[in-house]
């Protein structure tokens, strides 16, 4: 596992100077990643000032994301709605936090209580995004692939107790699919390899990871060294993505070799369009290189 502190405090300087991250617009997605980010900064530096930020940036997504129930995709006006996905990835950000200011794991719990409702379908799925006051599904969207998966290891990391009828539904939809579940897109890759590692002992883990791991072979793009959209997309690729692969296979302990390519080859790379300045490219780029509290067992299951 990478811990390449100096890397992420010189790239979060440069977006605080170009103000791209955190004083730039809100996206729960990455505010998620840099939440987990400044705890990881904690765990490794022991300063104060990093949960002094995680603080600062949970309070800034409370006031301009919060909605009576849940928590809005972003503060730009065409991130309107609520990704399930998104709200699962900062409930796992709280759950780490919580691991040391046990207050943010109560605000997690409160807020599982507040959308679970909403999203899931007891025996058929989890709705993939809804309107904004979670009264019913956004236009043209269903239920998502893998958002039970999603649910339930946010969940197990807040309280598997407290939440045990939540956690309940949620295996039981992974159970309904598990088996014939394939993925074939880099993000939900990496993400399914970073889910299975909290709990490797189980069927639906072992057989993800296996799968996961072979397709992500079959994408592979050497030279010059990064992994592709999809099998069929061998010219496409994306920085974020591919640092989201990162994750999981450091979370996994496996091809670090690939890790140290891709990030190298995405530093160097722009892609000449709005992502070279995006915060979800630079914040998970730290990700990439300190993955920290996002790694068992830096946290386990309560």
Not at 206 to 232: H, N, S
Not at 233 to 259: C, H, K
Request: hydrophobic share 45%; glycine share 8%; with cysteine.
């Amino acid at each position: 596992m990478l811990r390449q502190v100096e890397y992420v405090l010189n790239k979060l300087d440069w977006m605080q100077t170009e103000r791209i991250w955190p004083n730039g617009l809100r996206y729960l997605w990455t505010d998620a990643f840099g939440l987990v980010l400044y705890v990881s900064l904690y765990h490794e530096l022991r300063e104060e000032r990093w949960l002094d930020e995680a603080e600062r940036l949970v309070a800034e997504v409370e006031r301009v994301l919060g909605r009576p129930r849940g928590l809005r995709i972003g503060e730009a006006p065409d991130r309107d709605g609520q990704y399930f996905h998104y709200l699962a990835m900062w409930l796992f950000a709280l759950a780490r936090l919580g691991d040391l200011k046990p207050e943010y794991r109560q605000r997690g719990i409160a807020l599982v209580r507040e959308i679970h409702p909403a999203f899931v379908r007891p025996g058929r799925g989890v709705i993939w995004k809804l309107k904004e006051d979670l009264s019913e599904p956004y236009p043209g969207y269903g239920l998502g692939a893998m958002d039970a998966y999603d649910g339930y290891v946010a969940y197990r990391m807040l309280d598997q107790e407290a939440l045990a009828p939540e956690v309940a539904q949620m295996h039981d939809l992974m159970e309904r699919d598990w088996r014939t579940l394939e993925i074939d897109q880099d993000l939900g890759l990496g993400m399914m390899l970073w889910l299975a590692h909290f709990f490797p002992g189980e069927p639906w883990a072992k057989v993800q990871t296996k799968r996961a791991l072979a397709t992500l072979e079959t994408m592979w793009i050497d030279p010059p060294g990064y992994f592709c959209r999809a099998p069929w997309l061998p010219n496409t690729r994306f920085a974020f993505t591919n640092y989201g692969i990162s994750l999981g296979l450091q979370a996994a302990g496996l091809w670090p070799e690939r890790v140290e390519r891709l990030n190298a080859f995405f530093e160097a790379w722009r892609s000449g369009d709005e992502y070279d300045r995006e915060a979800i490219t630079w914040v998970m780029a730290c990700t990439s290189h300190l993955p920290g509290a996002f790694i068992s067992p830096a946290g386990g299951p309560r």
